[in-house]
């Protein structure tokens, strides 16, 4: 619950700052324009996300005869949540990760890497699963995409704001329309990334209750963060436009970028799935 509501809280004020900037706009037209503009793309991204992310990814579909064991754990956590059998693939990266996309349960895929594979063990990764399916389950695939409209819609608002102003239309004080262009995006940035971080922390519950097992999951995100350490993935890498998608931060970086870290402290994590496991909620 405190999860659904820090989500809900986090939604709200980027939907604040979306009207603020309207309303300074002065009219409906510029705010309609962005809205559609930012829900098409990330409407496409939505209805698409698991062909994008399995193609950055350039990860291969397996079936159960090329990894049976994998394919088991899948389908008996599926079976278990009452849930249909996503397609399973493989990343061809030493970098230990895992994700799970889909906009729902019917289309939904779960990759892990090679990586991944080499260093858990099989209870290990069943948590892992566990945490990628419950992404899935708690449709956090539809709310990433409803927080990237609505912070695309920001971007656009104000860009629509500093040309109006350029053009002599009375857009407002250039200073005011400065601040608006380097802060709003920013900030709905930072909001952006709260609500995955959000999400992060409830598919570690969902999918440690859904496996039984929350030191399992907390052993494997231990293990899979002194891999990413070692094998970090580059910035400029097609992979790392789906970065929120893993289970944990494939990219490496302090200071300002930790405002914008699409993960919570693997620390901390594994605080909550210690609590979890003593019965303490």
Known sequence: MR??????VLLGALSGIVIGIGALLGGTTGVIIAAVL???INGYAYYNSDKLAIKAMQAREVTEYQAPELYAMVR???HKANQPMPRLYIAPTQQ???FATGRNPQNAAVAVTEGILRILSPRELRGV?????SHVYNRD???SSVAGALASMITSLTYILYFRGAMGRGGGNPLVILALMLLAPMA???IRMGVSRSREYQADKSGAELTGDPMALASALKKIERGVDQVPMRADSPAASEAHLMISNP??????ANLFRTHPPTEDRVQRLQAMSRGIR
Not at 3 to 8: E, H, P, S
Not at 251 to 256: A, I, K, S
Request: aromatic share 0%; hydrophobic share 45%; no cysteine.
């Open 129 to 133: 699963i566990g945490h990628e399916l």
């Open 76 to 78: 008996e956590l599926s």
């Open 96 to 98: 230990p990760n895992a």
């Open 141 to 143: 695939i539809l709310i």
């Open 251 to 256: 990219l490496r970086g302090g200071g300002m």
């Open 3 to 8: 999860n659904g509501l820090k989500t809900a």
């Open 38 to 40: 930012a829900l098409g």
């Open 188 to 190: 709905a940035g930072i």
